[in-house]
Structures are given as structure tokens and as C-alpha cells.
């Protein structure tokens, strides 16, 4: 990335949400794959990078949802000058609205305010309305005339957060005009249920095993952010489900900025790595 604030003013990071979908790789000897979305040229922001389901949290987040709080598989290095929990209630509240927006799958389990609850795994990813319904309940989230807690209410659901499983967290460096403040949550697709792409800000959607897409990055197949290729590699070496499920060991990921080459690039732990395995290292 190139461009800087203008003026150099401070540009505070938002909080957002990034959702590594996952299930066990269906061929080769174990390891899981990982669902991604490839964004449209047009966009202003990662224009045509390989992500992953997410975005920034919404003030609809805020509201019906502070119990919704993401699990961590394991103590994650939170240094004390990083402000804010690891994972704060509206962050997974993101998590949840995203996904179920960008690709149809709810990761919530039955259960809400007027459904009658079935214990903790009863039920999981069943949604029981029909594919227009869920349609419709997706418009409304996206235009933002329903949050995230009336959506499951209206589907007698609740948020299953024992299977959402906060696993990193990057931040992006001061002077950039565009910041995040990203938590990344893994969570395993649910029993009966398939992602689709049904976001307008991406061309494509597919599944993919983690060293396949780093593969494809070091060929300029894909492009990639450096945050989503750390996750790729921490996916890679994962020989199960569970494994994925656990946390970077990297601690908070906050990069700098340092001019190369002429221009201004986000710079840290991991950089060097990242540009040696793409196209520009080969």
C-alpha cells in the first residue's frame, strides 16, 4: 500500500470482524479447508485480494448482543498497550451479521428469545425459514433495518458462540487513510449448511485448502494481504479441524510504516516471509 493519510492526520482503526470458515479437506492426507471470497476490482478497499467473510462492526452490533462474546481456544498475547478486550461482544456480533450477509451461513443455534431451547448443540445450523425468508432477513441486515439480535429473534435462534473461536488479531499501522482494528474468528461451517458468494463487493467464492492458496499466491494467482496470508500459514499446518481452531502464538500484529522502493509499506513481523513467497520473491 502506497497512500497515507492526507496531512499525516490520525486516522483511528475500526473495529472489525474477519470469519475463517472452516471443514476438514476432503482429499489428501488431513487438514481442513477454508472458504474465501475474491473482492471486485471496483472496490476501494482490497480490490480484487482473496479474503475472507467479514467487515467493520456496525452500530447495530452494539445493541441486544453484550453477552455475545467469542471463546479463545488458548491464551492469546494480549500486550497491555493494545487497548480493548481481545474479543468484544459487537466485534462478534460482526463476526455473525457478516457471515450470515456475505455467504448465508448462521452461526447460531436454536434456542433465542421466543425458540425453545434445546441444549447447547441441539439444532446447530438449522435455519427454519425458507431460502427467501432468509433472504429477505438478509437485505434487511445489510441495509441496516434489522441488527444482528432481532434477526435471530426473529428466527427463534441464538448466537452460538462456544463455536466461534477468536483466533488472532491485527492492527493496521498509523498514517494508512483506511484502518482496522481486526479480530479474526474461526469457526467450522454448521451441519446442513454451504456458503454461497451473495456479497456484491466480491466476483467469486470457493473453498480451498490452505497451502493450495498460498501456492497460488507465490504464482500471482491470487493476491493476498498479509494478514490473510498469516492465516493461511497457520491454517496450513494444521492436521485437523481442532488444530485450525487454536490460536496464532504471534500475539497482536501491529505493523509500521517504512518507505522500500519508493513506497510506503506496512512493515513488521512477517513481512519479510510474506514478500519472499510471492510472485515479487520467485
Known sequence: MSTTAPGGEHVPAKDSATVLLLRPAAT?????????????????????????????????????????????????????????????APV??????????????????????????????????????????????RAALSEHRLGVADALDVLGMAPHTDQLHYVDRWITPEGLPRRYDTRFIAASVPPGQEPENLSTESVRSFWIKPVAALDAYATGELDLMQPTWAQLRRLAA????????????????????????????????????????????Q
Open 28 to 88: 489428501g492426507h488431513g487438514g481442513v479447508e477454508v472458504f474465501m471470497q475474491q473482492r471486485a476490482l471496483s472496490m476501494a478497499f482490497a480490490a480484487g485480494m482473496a479474503t475472507f467473510p467479514g467487515g467493520s462492526v456496525d452500530p447495530s452490533d452494539h445493541v441486544g448482543t453484550q453477552d455475545w462474546i467469542a471463546t479463545a481456544a488458548g491464551d492469546l498475547d494480549e500486550p497491555d498497550h493494545v487497548a480493548g478486550p481481545a474479543a468484544t
Open 92 to 137: 462478534t456480533a460482526a463476526a455473525i451479521r457478516e457471515t450470515f450477509e456475505e455467504c448465508g451461513v448462521l452461526l447460531a443455534r436454536d434456542g433465542g428469545p421466543h425458540g425453545a431451547t434445546q441444549g447447547p448443540t441441539s439444532g446447530l445450523g438449522r435455519v427454519p425459514h425458507s431460502a427467501p425468508a432468509r433472504g429477505e432477513l
Open 238 to 281: 494444521a492436521r485437523t479441524l481442532d488444530q485450525a481452531l487454536l490460536p496464532a502464538r504471534t500475539g497482536v500484529t501491529r505493523n509500521v510504516l517504512v518507505e522500500m522502493n519508493g513506497h510506503v509499506v506496512p512493515w513488521g513481523a512477517g513481512t519479510e516471509d510474506f514478500l519472499a513467497s510471492g510472485p515479487l520473491g
